[in-house]
C-alpha cells in the first residue's frame, strides 16, 4: 500500500508541476504565430493568434474508430506581404473547434473558387504548443502542395512551407489537469502521513 501513495505522489507532483509550467506559459503567451515565419518558430515554445483561412485539412489521426485530430493547412497572414507566403499545420482535436475550422475551411474554398465572401469570416483564436512536424505529416503536407503537378520536387516548395505544427491547447483543460494531478499528489502524500 505504501507504494501506492509513493507512486501517487510522486507520479502527481510531476505531472502538476509539468502542468502548471505549461499553462503559465500558454496562458501568458504573446508570440503571434501570424508574424512569425519558419525560422523563427522553436519545438516547444507557445503561441497564438487568429486563424483566418483554412486551405483544406491534408490528415486526421483516428482513435476508436473516431477522428481524434485534424490537421489544416493555415496561411501565416504576415508572410503574404513578403515574397514568400508561408504555411504552417494547426493540428486540433477537439470537436467544437474542429466545426470552427470546417466552416471557415468552406468560407475560404467559397472564396477563392467562387469569389464568394461571406458577410462575416468564422476565423478563431487558437492558443497552441509548437511541434516540429512528424516526418510522415510532413510528407503529405507536401504531397497537397505538389498535387497535379507531375514535374514537381520539395525543393520547389519547401519555402512555403513551415516545417512545423501548432497543436491547439485548452487552458480550461490545461488547468483541470492541474488540478487533478494535484490532487493525486495530496492523496499521496496524506496516504503515507497516515
Known sequence: MVIFFVFLLGFGLFFSI??????AKASKTDVDFNSLNSSEFKDGMFVKGIVYEIYDEYAYETTDSRVSNRYYIVPLFDSFDTEVPQYVTVSIGNSELQKKADSLMKQTWDYYDYGTEPAVWDEF???????ALDVELLGYLYEWFMYGDPTATREDYSQYI???EISFVS???MRTGAIVFGVMALVGAIGLSV
Open 162 to 164: 513551415c516545417p512545423y
Open 171 to 173: 487552458i480550461d483543460g
Open 18 to 23: 509539468s502542468s502548471a509550467v505549461d499553462l
Open 125 to 131: 483564436e487558437v492558443v497552441g504548443e509548437v511541434k
